[in-house]
């Protein structure tokens, strides 16, 4: 029998079988001995085939079909190893806020880099405007201006004054949405807002930072009853990317990579050549200064991460 799994624990896998009902699987264990390099062999949105056990409510999964598309992250800093954040997407929101906890734009970047890398549209939700006070409104104008530019829709909302989450909710209709940030940016409240059944568990940030501890602990899929699936998953701290060349990074740049046929040589890094057209672009202005910086940052801290790995 097939089905998707909308739950994954490490040990136990939540499917939902074709008919609709759920099934609590484990895996059969060759899965653990594959030559992955993924922590976890499945993930939430895996199409799985399973077999189900005499009484009927759990199962084996026994084999994971091809993925369309899977999001990735470096497991842990120094890691060589990824984690699977969820498979067969239709697009990533990362959802952010510059209340607290701010995000901060390499954050966004790396997220942004991570989507392009495999294809998967990505947005970007401004959580929390009820709190901004001038200098926050200022720096998410601008923040929108760059990833706009960019291509990447934004959207400003609050899920606790209600501003904007109609136009959210068109936003994730009949689609996979997986819903990324750092722990306390408001996911599992905004799922609350938009499906209201749910009933997801939420913390004040107070509370966070004396535990420390992220309030959704498990990536998790919901059908959405205006159509579609959402992902809820555990906050995010840092977002590691997992093994990408600098020519990789600069390719996921869409305002670099429109621009990178002009440098002089093919093989151009946008760092120190002569002849580059992406470093014109920043002096003009026309590449925003926030990025090009940020490109720079990653591709120093992954070769150095890359050194400290050897
Ligand atoms: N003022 C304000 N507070 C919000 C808003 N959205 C969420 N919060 C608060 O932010 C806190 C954290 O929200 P959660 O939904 O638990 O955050 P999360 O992103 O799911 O966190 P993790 O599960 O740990 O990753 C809660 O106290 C929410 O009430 C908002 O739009 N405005
Ligand atoms: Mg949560
Ligand atoms: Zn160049």
Redesign the pocket.
């Known amino acids: 029998m097939m089905g998707t799994v909308l739950k994954s624990t490490g040990s136990w896998y939540l499917v939902q079988a074709e008919d609709g009902r759920g099934v609590h699987c484990t895996l059969k264990g060759k899965f653990r001995m594959q030559g992955s390099k993924a922590t976890n062999p499945v993930s939430v949105g895996d199409v799985v085939e399973m077999s189900l056990n005499r009484n009927e409510d759990t199962g084996i999964i026994t084999e994971i079909r091809p993925r369309h598309n899977y999001i990735v992250r470096r497991a842990t800093k120094l890691s060589k190893r990824s984690h699977i954040i969820a498979a067969n997407i239709d697009q990533a929101t990362l ?1 952010v ?1 510059l ?1 607290l906890p701010r995000t901060s734009l390499g954050f966004i970047d790396r997220f942004l880099i991570t989507c392009e890398a495999y294809h998967i549209p990505a947005s970007i939700v401004f ?5 901004y006070d001038d200098p926050m409104m200022a720096q998410m104008r601008r923040y929108k201006d760059i990833y706009e530019q960019a291509g990447y829709p934004c959207l400003e ?5 209600g501003e904007n989450l109609d136009r959210l909710i068109l936003m994730l209709k009949d689609k996979i949405t997986l819903l990324a ?12 807002m938009i499906e209201p059944g749910l009933d ?6 107070s509370e ?1 930072h004396r535990k420390g ?5 498990f990536a998790e899929m919901f059908p959405l009853s205006s159509g579609g699936f959402i992902i ?4 995010i701290k840092e977002f590691g990317l997992y093994d990408f060349t600098p020519e990789e990074v600069a390719e996921r740049y869409p305002e670099m990579r429109s621009r990178m046929q002009g440098c002089r040589y093919h093989n151009c890094t946008h760092i120190h050549e002569p002849g580059c057209a992406v470093k014109e672009a920043v002096e003009k202005g026309d590449i925003p200064y926030e990025r090009y910086d940020n490109y720079i940052r990653i591709v120093n801290d992954d070769e150095l991460l890359k050194k400290e790995r050897r």
């Open positions: 959802i806020t209340a959580n929390k405007v009820d709190v909302v609050s899920a606790k004054s940030g750092h722990s306390g940016v408001g996911k599992s409240t905004l799922i609350n997801l568990k939420t913390r004040p940030l966070m501890k992220h309030t959704t602990t809820d998953t555990p906050g």
